[in-house]
């Protein structure tokens, strides 16, 4: 099992603080919040994001204040629900911005020609793995999630159970009935948690451990949050989620326990990119300017480990017990956009029957 820890990704991914850091030294301002444009800037835009919801409002606070003028229309929802909706809008957008959703689904979008290419004043700054190669780039990227299992000490205490360290335990015998997982055709998380197992693993083996996986799961959520909010209540004591949530369930004070498999994490970048239309609305663009920008950056940093703009004076975020890049793994997202279709209909041939209800 090889996990993402050599040299090269120092220069590739930035860690920073769950809570905020100072900018860059060699960071220049970025000329877009200017009063006069600030000033002069109206209009209305619609924003589709998978974003937490209790992130949305605090991060749109500094748009807000840069553009009062401009109305924006968020549309929340999971990954997936997010993705299939804007597909199914393809030959009529209804979307200017996707911003926070998962870079492979963004990759799938611009597969399909959705993409209207857009580099953003301050792209120079994200790091090269957060961002498309292309000029001008397709997407780009603000921080990474990663897989971690919350699990509820206190429930497991009353079974006589060890607390879970790895894939390797979760399908263990004895805790049958005792995991939930987001459904990966609904949810980004429940999609790179089974990205990475397949790019850990390979497709065969990779089958082969997600079967008797099934077999101790006792439901498949449409909300990536949602298992590590159902260990925090003690519902179910193992909830296969994603860091940001779990750890912030522990400061909640719920008795859990957050754990990255000793394997490595699954993960993902949530990315903007600009929808393509008859008619591009540059408030759109600014949108996308301020999304990268030191203010919300800044911001993102107090919920994400990782973020696309290297962020000085980084220690070991809290909540980790070990380097947040370390515990990712070798991950091809290119690959694991290609392979979205055929991944999740098999999932779904395989697994859905223990899906929850729509």
Same mark, same amino acid.
């Given at each position: ?18 809570? /905020? ?6 960071? &220049? ?13 109206? /209009? ?7 974003? #937490? ?57 611009? &597969? ?11 792209? *120079? ?9 292309? #000029? ?30 790895? =894939? ?5 015998? *004895? =805790? ?26 390979? #497709? ?7 079967? @008797? ?10 909300? /990536?949050?949602?298992?590590? @909010? ?22 909640? /004070? ?28 540059? *408030? ?27 962020? #000085? ?37 395989? =697994? ?7």
């Amino acid at each position: 099992m090889k996990k993402w820890h050599y040299p090269l990704l120092a220069s590739i991914l930035s860690i920073t603080f769950l809570a /905020g850091c100072g900018q860059s030294p060699g960071s &220049q301002p970025n000329t877009q919040s200017s009063t006069k444009e600030s000033t002069k800037a109206s /209009g209305e835009i619609t924003v589709y994001t998978a974003l #937490e919801d209790d992130q949305i409002k605090t991060y749109l606070e500094s748009f807000k204040a840069k553009y009062p003028d401009v109305k924006v229309n968020i549309v929340r929802d999971s990954t997936g629900i997010i993705t299939a909706k804007l597909l199914a809008e393809k030959d009529n957008p209804q979307a200017d911005v996707v911003w926070g959703t998962a870079a492979t689904s963004l990759l799938v979008l611009e &597969q399909q020609g959705m993409l209207e290419g857009y580099s953003p004043k301050g792209i *120079e700054k994200v790091s090269p793995e957060f961002k498309d190669s292309k #000029e001008p780039a397709s997407w780009v990227g603000i921080d990474a999630w990663e897989t971690a299992v919350a699990v509820n000490t206190k429930e497991l205490e009353k079974r006589n159970l060890p607390i879970p360290r790895s =894939y390797e335990d979760l399908i263990k015998p *004895e =805790y049958k009935g005792l995991v939930v997982m987001p459904n990966p055709a609904s949810s980004g998380t429940g999609l790179l948690t089974i990205n990475g197992i397949m790019q850990v693993k390979g #497709e065969k083996e990779g089958w082969a451990y997600l079967d @008797k996986l099934h077999e101790n799961m006792a439901i498949y959520t449409h909300s /990536g949050s949602k298992p590590a @909010k159902m260990a925090a209540s003690g519902e179910y004591p193992i909830g296969i989620s994603f860091g940001y949530r779990s750890i912030t369930e522990k400061k909640k /004070g719920a008795p859990i326990e957050v754990v990255f498999p000793t394997e490595g994490s699954g993960w993902d970048v949530e990315a903007n990119a600009l929808m393509k239309k008859s008619e591009i609305k540059p *408030e759109a663009k600014l949108f996308l300017d301020w999304a990268i920008s030191d203010e919300v950056m800044k911001a993102y940093n107090k919920n994400f480990a990782i973020v696309s703009v290297k962020q #000085e004076g980084a220690t070991l975020p809290e909540g980790y017990a070990v380097d947040p890049i370390k515990q990712l793994i070798k991950l091809d997202l290119n690959q694991a956009a290609q392979n979205r279709d055929n991944i999740l209909g098999e999932w779904e041939k395989r =697994y859905a029957t223990k899906s929850e209800p729509k």
